[in-house]
């Protein structure tokens, strides 16, 4: 199975501040990464999918980046909205399997 | 616009079986396949398999073989999940996914709201 790890797991920012989470693949898993959105309750929320491809209506302050093993979601300025888990997920190959999470935090 | 619709929480005990639901609206069911993710409470998320609803066709997770069964009725355009031998482990929530595509490229773009399996023994 491929192992993805995130860092950090925690973070604390401010309004308008500019993030970056990263996530690495124990394998190279080209482009087959997405990122996910997900709320207290809710259900994950595609942001980026192909590492860098950015969802139908997601804002373009989110932006992913890299390749093989490592990939990094970015938010350019952060909205009261964006303080929520984030997830990557590999899709190279079954079984399909996801970061422990990011929790993005107001500071 | 497109919905997936859960079924509602259930509380099991140590050693029975839960069957989720999962009905699609929005789209035409056997277009897209399937999958299943779980979640325990303040931890990641963790794939259990998929379903073509076209075809039937399925692939679980080697962590869950033997114990996950995927299935479908076309006409009701509903798909289910059951998961037998139940542990206290398997208390989580469990999602039903929709995967697209761009190219070779598989991503999960609609989620059901999710459904609480609870265990106990």
């Known amino acids: 199975d491929i192992h993805m790890t995130q860092s950090p797991s925690s973070l604390s920012a401010s309004v308008g501040d500019r993030v970056t989470i990263t996530c690495r693949a124990s394998?190279?898993?080209?482009?087959?990464l997405n990122w996910y959105q997900q709320r207290p309750g809710k259900a994950p929320k595609l942001l980026i999918y192909?590492?860098?491809s950015l969802q139908s209506g997601v804002p373009s302050r989110f932006s992913g980046s890299g390749s093989g093993t490592d990939f990094t979601l970015t938010i350019s300025s952060l909205q009261p909205e964006d303080f929520a888990a984030y997830f990557c997920?590999?899709?190279?190959?079954?079984?399909?399997?996801f970061g422990q999470g990011t929790k993005l935090e107001i500071k | 616009q497109v919905q997936l619709v859960q079924s509602g929480a259930e509380v099991k005990k140590s050693g029975a079986s839960v069957k989720v639901s999962c009905k699609v609206s929005?789209?035409?069911?056997?277009?897209?396949?399937l999958n299943w993710v779980r979640q325990a409470t303040g931890q990641g998320l963790e794939w259990l398999g998929w379903?073509?609803?076209?075809?039937?066709?399925?692939g679980y997770a080697q962590k869950f073989q033997g114990r996950v069964t995927m299935t479908r009725n076309t006409s009701i355009s509903t798909a289910y999940m059951e998961l037998s031998g139940l542990r206290s482990e398997d208390t989580a929530v469990y999602y039903c996914?929709?995967?697209?595509?761009?190219?070779?490229?598989?991503?999960?773009?609609?989620w059901g709201q999710g459904t609480l399996v609870t265990v106990s023994s």
């Open positions: 996914a929709r995967i697209s595509s761009s190219g070779w490229y598989y991503y999960f773009d609609y």
């Open positions: 929005g789209y035409t069911f056997t277009r897209y396949d």
């Open positions: 379903m073509s609803p076209n075809s039937g066709n399925t």
């Open positions: 394998q190279s898993i080209s482009r087959f």
């Open positions: 192909s590492a860098s």
């Open positions: 997920q590999q899709s190279h190959s079954t079984p399909y399997t």
